[in-house]
């Protein structure tokens, strides 16, 4: 399995900006799609975005449409995801994730099976 390591989360104000960064720590993860979910306290994780192998086609949770990106950038081995226009409610802590690239792009957090330990976002009112 592809070891994962997310990074760029960190403390801001309603409307600002960020840029998660997940990269593999070992294993490259270009044969794979990544996704983006999250988790609050209290609450069950949540999907938030997912790319293709090939980064042709996305998909976001209704949730974030229009305010996130994700891409990924297969040169350098990592897939990005920019936060625009953050709210309180998107505080939580964001996870990436691997789905073997055979499968359709996936939402469900089930379905995909690397995991990497999460980066803090906290969005202040």
């Known amino acids: 399995q592809v070891q994962l390591v997310e990074s760029g989360g960190g403390l801001v104000q309603a409307g600002d900006s960020l840029r998660l960064s997940c990269a593999p720590s070992e294993r490259t993860f270009t044969g794979y799609h990544v996704g983006w979910f999250r988790q609050a306290p209290g609450k069950e994780r949540e999907f938030v975005a997912a790319?293709?192998?090939?980064?042709?086609?996305?998909n976001y949770a209704d949730s974030v449409k229009g305010r996130f990106t994700i891409s990924r950038d297969n040169t350098n081995d990592t897939v990005y995801l920019q936060l625009n226009s953050l709210k309180p409610e998107d505080t939580a802590v964001y996870f990436c994730a691997t789905q073997p690239q055979n499968y359709v792009l996936s939402s469900r957090p089930v379905d995909f099976k690397s995991w990497g330990q999460g980066t803090q976002v906290t969005v202040s009112s």
């Open positions: 790319i293709t192998r090939s980064g042709r086609t996305t």
